[in-house]
């Protein structure tokens, strides 16, 4: 399966007609937020495709001419949530660390909540289907991989722990800004990917 992962900021190239031929046979776009919701919106539209997605720090409640909008429209909001989809597993946790005023922010403690909130669903699908998860997605990275040291760009603990125990094939986050090509973007931890996708990245699962 081709999937499409975005995140934080808005790549031309995508958002323009050329993108079917780009990205033909892609079944699956995950946006890890901060995004105008448009965008992934017009990705699902032209590319024919199932859309998921967390929202990030940046995300606001109000667009499209100031009417009240969750998240992108025809996505599924895969916050707190566990999902089945042509067979991949899915789960996601939406947010940063809280460093000011604003939705979509928690502490490190609220993360953990968040984070357990999942935990009957992964056993009911290790039952089920054999394993916990496919693919884990989020804005923010997991604490000291891809993360900074400041309060806003700090990962979250509870995101690493859910890595180690829970061994999703992929965790998928953005949030961290990449400007240099030397900057790691990739990086296994305990069998899982753990994959910043900010722009854009194209996986084949």
Sequence with gaps: MKIL?????VIEGLYSGGVTQRFAGTELVISCGDLPYAYPEYLLSML????FYVRGNHDVSVQNWQVPQPGPLG???LHKK??????????GI?????????????SQNEMWMNVFELIPG?????????????IFVTHAPPFGIHDEIDLPHQGIKAFTWFDRVFSPKFHLHGHIHIYNH???RETVF???????CYGYQEITV
């Design 122 to 134: 992964l056993i009911v699908n290790r039952m089920r289907y054999g394993r916990f998860l496919d």
């Design 5 to 9: 992962a975005i995140s934080d900021t």
């Design 94 to 106: 939406e947010g940063s660390l809280r460093y000011r005023d604003g939705p979509f922010m928690y």
């Design 182 to 184: 030397n900057v790691k």
């Design 82 to 91: 566990i999902t089945r989809f042509n067979g991949l597993l899915l789960a």
């Design 75 to 77: 996505g599924f909001d």
């Design 48 to 51: 024919n495709a199932a859309l």
């Design 190 to 196: 305990d069998g899982t990917r753990i994959i910043n």
